[in-house]
Structure formats: structure tokens, C-alpha cells
């Protein structure tokens, strides 16, 4: 038996529970319950908060997991990935108040940015030089600037309207991100193979589609 992390109810959840679909595997739908068993195939799925599933199967209380890379690459557990998966594609993007003037990157030099993607920002904003203040902070991060808590926002962006419809204007991209398949990396030869099954499995989805 293999056990895969999913996010319960998210952005992720429709679109993962419909790629186990099409590789044949069965199942009752709970997402009232925190765990399911495939019928047809020694899987068991377990229903999480996104941002637990990378820890959770590097610890091995899952074996392997979905998650966006852009939660993955912050927690600093991208050794994990297995495989692109194509779905919940989004960048985190920098914006400023529409009003604001922005230049390049360095108009951000000693400002303040909310966001909570810590890591990935440092590390954009290092790359280039720049030193700010960042400030974490766990939602809501797009009416920060309207309220003074900071002059911009790292956020995670897929059409740009809620940044637009916050008084926002894009003005860089920090890290682009898809879902992605992961695996504990210890796994046995028991649930290596049933990871080399699915795999399988989903590049015979993926093929069909292109
Ligand atoms: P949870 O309750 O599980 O913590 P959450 O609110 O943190 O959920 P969601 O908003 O459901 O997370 O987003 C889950 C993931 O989907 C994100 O980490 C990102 O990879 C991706 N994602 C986020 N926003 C979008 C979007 N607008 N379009 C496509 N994918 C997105
Ligand atoms: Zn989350």
C-alpha cells in the first residue's frame, strides 16, 4: 500500500483527484473524511492543508504527495520532486500600488513587502541586490499596501484581477510554479514499485493529451 498526500480543498484538489482518476484508480470521494482507499489499486489517499504535504512525506507519514512548487522550493524541500505535473500553473509576482512609480527591482531598496513566501522573495531580492523589509504574513496579503501595513506585496498571481481589483500593478515575477508529483526518499522497494506503476500511469495520461 502507497499513501498519497492531496490538498483537501483547494486550488490543487479537483485537478488531482481527477489525474488519479484517469490513471485507472478508484475511489470514494470523502473529502468529509481525512483518508480513502482505492478500490482497485493499493493507494490510499490522505486529505491535507497544501502547505503540510511537503513535510509530511519528507518525514514518510505519507509516501508520496501533490503540492505547487512554489509551496515546496519555500518550505526548501524541491529534493523531493518526482515529476511536472502541468495543473495549478501560477507565478509569484512583486506588485506596487498602481499608483506607485516603479523603475526596476531596485525602486524596492529599504521598502517593506508583505508577502507569505518568505524565502523564495530573500532570495529573489538577494539575487539582484536588494535589501528590503519582509514582512510574513499568512493571507490577505493583497490589501496590505491599502491598509500601510507595507509599500508592496509577493503574491501569487494566475490572471493578475485580484492584484487589479486590490489597486495593484505587477511588476515582476519571483517564481513560476505548477503542481508537481513528490516522493519520501526512502521509500521501499514495495512502494518504489507501486511509485514506478503510477508514474506510468501518468505519462500515458499526459501523452494521450498532448
Ligand atoms: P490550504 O487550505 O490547503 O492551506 P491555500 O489557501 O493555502 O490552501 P490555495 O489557494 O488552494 O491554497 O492554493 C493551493 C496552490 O494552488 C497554491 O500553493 C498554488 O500552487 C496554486 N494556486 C494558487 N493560486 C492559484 C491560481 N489563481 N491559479 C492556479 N493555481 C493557483
Ligand atoms: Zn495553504
Known sequence: MIRLAIQKSGRLSDDSLKLIRECGISFISTTSKLKTEATNFPLEILYLRDDDIPGYVADGVADIGIVGQNVLVEEGLQQLTVKA????????????????????????????????????????????????????????????PSIGL????????????????????????????????????????????LLQQLLFRMEAVQKAQK
Open 150 to 193: 507595507a509599500d508592496a506585496v509577493c503574491d501569487i498571481v494566475s490572471s493578475g484581477s485580484t492584484l487589479i481589483s486590490n489597486g495593484l500593478r505587477e511588476v515582476e515575477t519571483v517564481f513560476k510554479s505548477e503542481a508537481v508529483l513528490i516522493a519520501n526518499q526512502n521509500l521501499n522497494p514495495e512502494k518504489s514499485r
Open 85 to 144: 505535473l502541468g495543473f495549478s500553473k501560477c507565478r509569484l509576482s512583486l506588485a506596487v500600488s498602481k499608483g506607485d512609480a516603479y523603475e526596476d527591482v531596485t525602486t524596492l531598496q529599504g521598502k517593506s513587502i508583505a508577502t507569505s513566501y518568505p524565502n523564495l522573495l530573500r532570495e529573489f531580492l538577494t539575487s539582484k541586490g536588494v535589501e528590503a523589509d519582509i514582512h510574513t504574513i499568512s493571507g490577505s496579503v493583497e490589501i496590505a
